[in-house]
């Protein structure tokens, strides 16, 4: 089948729909001319009498699965006889709504604040439907959930900013920070740790940055002020070479190494700090040891903190120093009287 062929199957199918008292194959043909228009097809024409008397044929016939049921009557023009029929129909069966059932499970466990007000609104009227008439039954999946996501309600206008490509002024405050208004180009939201943030271009610092979502207080679309391409900044892969949001000004990933008892290593090689881990040392080895190539943050600083004496960061000097500083303070906290 050709693509004009297709297009003409669908847009005759939509048309038949849209009027169901009947059209002539003059509208028929203005119709697939339309949907030509749209498709931006090279160099188009308007159907033939015997294009579109053959399309309704091979319709019939049921070249595309199920027989349409078109009739011509004189005065009136072809038209469905069944109401409501579509080509596009695709009936579930038991195995598909079961499979259904199974993605609403997985999906509704992310309508805690984590997606757009409109997704997790759709997500909840489609489980309902479902499970209408059904035997009630538990849920099945539980992801983790954190006792609250502020911010949530500035998913939905961040990602039609992303989609439609429109820069918006945002009310922006750090912790312990004055508030502030920044104007930016958002290209990507992104989840870490239970967090969300939207990564994009500030037009005042003429960078790219990452913002918390639940530090934002107010988002505004800009209708002067244009978007800002930063391809060239490849803002897509700017994450790529840290562990969570923060990427320190003009660094370069360097390599980290790290040892490990052998019971961490065994979690390391089954959960990666990062994409660029490679284990270095032999499988055998007391003191398993890995390498990374990054660039040093806070983030990373408290995932090695998280694993205790079961991590030791070889290299960089730099990073290892400041661990030990990080160590040493927390440990004149507890050596320390407590203070009540």
């Given at each position: 089948m050709?693509?004009?062929?297709?297009i003409?199957?669908?847009?005759?199918?939509?048309?038949?729909?849209?009027n169901?008292e009947?059209?002539?194959?003059?509208?028929?043909?203005?119709e697939?001319?339309?949907?030509?228009?749209?498709?931006?097809?090279p160099?188009p024409k308007?159907?033939?009498?015997?294009a579109?008397?053959?399309?309704?044929?091979?319709?019939?016939e049921?070249l595309l699965?199920e027989?349409?049921?078109?009739?011509?009557?004189?005065?009136r023009?072809?038209?469905y006889?069944e109401?409501g029929?579509?080509?596009?129909?695709s009936?579930?069966?038991?195995?598909?709504?079961?499979?259904?059932q199974?993605l609403?499970d997985?999906?509704?466990?992310?309508t805690?604040?984590?997606?757009?007000?409109?997704?997790?609104g759709a997500i909840?009227?489609l489980?309902t439907h479902?499970?209408?008439?059904a035997?009630?039954?538990?849920p099945?999946i539980q992801?983790?959930?954190?006792?609250?996501l502020?911010?949530h309600?500035n998913?939905?206008p961040?990602?039609?900013?992303?989609?439609s490509r429109?820069?918006?002024?945002i009310?922006?405050?750090?912790?312990?920070?004055?508030?502030q208004e920044?104007?930016?180009?958002?290209?990507?939201?992104?989840?870490?740790n239970?967090?969300?943030?939207?990564?994009a271009?500030?037009?005042?610092?003429?960078r790219?940055?990452?913002f918390?979502?639940d530090?934002i207080?107010?988002?505004t679309?800009l209708t002067l002020?244009?978007?800002?391409?930063?391809?060239?900044?490849?803002p897509?892969?700017w994450?790529?070479?840290?562990?969570?949001?923060?990427r320190?000004i003009n660094?370069?990933?360097?390599?980290?190494?790290?040892?490990t008892?052998?019971?961490?290593?065994?979690?390391?090689r089954?959960k990666?700090?990062?994409?660029?881990?490679?284990?270095?040392?032999?499988p055998?080895?007391?003191?398993?040891?890995?390498t990374?190539?990054l660039i040093?943050?806070?983030?990373l600083?408290?995932q090695?903190l998280?694993?205790?004496d079961?991590?030791?960061?070889i290299?960089?000097i730099?990073?290892?120093?400041r661990m030990?500083?990080?160590?040493k303070?927390?440990m004149?906290?507890?050596t320390?009287p407590?203070?009540?």
């Open positions: 050709t693509i004009t062929a297709s003409r199957y669908k847009a005759i199918d939509r048309a038949l729909r849209r169901p009947g059209l002539s194959w003059e509208e028929l043909a203005s697939c001319y339309e949907a030509f228009l749209k498709k931006e097809l160099n308007r159907p033939s009498r015997g579109i008397l053959g399309d309704i044929r091979n319709l019939r049921g699965g027989p349409a049921p078109i009739v011509y009557q004189k005065g023009g072809y038209r006889t109401r029929f579509s080509l596009n129909k009936p579930l069966g038991e195995e598909d709504l079961k499979t259904l199974n609403v997985w999906a509704e466990q992310l805690y604040g984590q997606l757009p007000a409109g997704f997790a909840h009227r489980a479902l499970r209408t008439g035997r009630a039954q538990q099945s992801l983790d959930r954190p006792g609250g502020d911010g309600e998913m939905q961040l990602h039609q900013a992303i989609l429109k820069a918006v002024q009310d922006y405050q750090e912790y312990l920070g004055e508030p920044n104007i930016i180009s958002p290209y990507l939201l992104k989840e870490y239970r967090r969300w943030f939207v990564l271009y500030d037009h005042e610092a003429h790219l940055w990452s918390p979502l530090r207080a107010r988002v679309e002020t244009p978007f800002y391409d930063a391809a060239h900044l490849k897509l892969h994450l790529d070479p840290i562990v969570g949001v923060i320190p660094q370069q990933p360097i390599k980290i190494k790290l040892r008892t052998p019971l961490q290593a065994c979690y390391l089954t990666p700090l990062h994409r660029t881990q490679t284990e270095v040392s032999s055998n080895a007391l003191r398993p040891e890995f990374l190539m040093p943050n806070p983030e600083e408290m090695l998280s694993f205790g079961a991590v030791e960061v290299e960089p730099s990073l290892r120093e030990i500083t990080r160590i303070k927390a004149a906290i507890y320390g407590a203070s009540m």
